[in-house]
């Protein structure tokens, strides 16, 4: 995960049940129709969690997160899988996710699939303007797959990995949203929640602007490197847009030991939600 500039919630957990209907989203041709960014999944339970997070490109062993027990963090993300993936995280199965939730740890499950055909990354995949759609629904299953994989359960949160890209382009932009639209419907019928990170300058920066034109997805998680540690007051995201569906990447590339281990992260804070198991 990089942001295209660098720029607490302490705590609680909260169980929030969600019951939004999905509505129609989907056009005889196979392209989106308007829809709330609201949307969710039908009759799922979403898991939200307030505190501090980070994540990493590969999955810490299980000894690591052990000893990481010391630190402020109580959230991981992870990299579960697609095709532009940049670790192997051969180490991260379903026995590596009940034993490090055992030790009290939440989970932000990342898929860093097709990326958009401007992209500001060197990451070879990318979306076929011609295929957005379709490709969007194909990462989508693969991610669900995945994760069911590792034993997240439906409600859980997936967090598509979109890089930074020049969203000055306005048809690399259409087709971004295009994918991410597909993304959010099939995440929901495979009964998902449907996240989504990318920098706050370009993949961000057009999901709002696309705010009750399409269906979006139900969390978002920004990159502003700021280092600033909270989800709301920054004037990232509209007062009221995502509340409580938020996760904020706030520094990147920085080493931290805790329990005499080190490891490089991105710091987060959270507001938002999380896999359940």
Known sequence: MRPHFRAGIAGLVVLALVGFAVPSAVAA???PKPASATSAPKASVMRSVAAPGFDTC???SVAAMDAWRASPYKAVGIYVGGANRACAN???TQDWVRQ???QGWDFLPVYVGAQASCTASTKAVRIDPARSWDMGREDA???VDRAAALGF???SALYFDMEAYDNRNADCSRDVLDFVSAWTLRVHERGYVAGYYSSLDSGIEDVLKADGTR???DALWYARWDDRAVTSGDGAIPDGAWLGRRVHQYAG?????YGGVAITIDRNELAGPVAVL
């Open 253 to 257: 590339n920085v080493k931290e030991t």
């Open 100 to 102: 490090v939730h055992a």
């Open 29 to 31: 041709s196979g392209k």
């Open 215 to 217: 269906l979006l997805p």
């Open 153 to 155: 359960k439906e409600g």
């Open 141 to 143: 299953d693969d991610a």
């Open 90 to 92: 051969a180490g991260l």
């Open 58 to 60: 590969e999955a810490p």
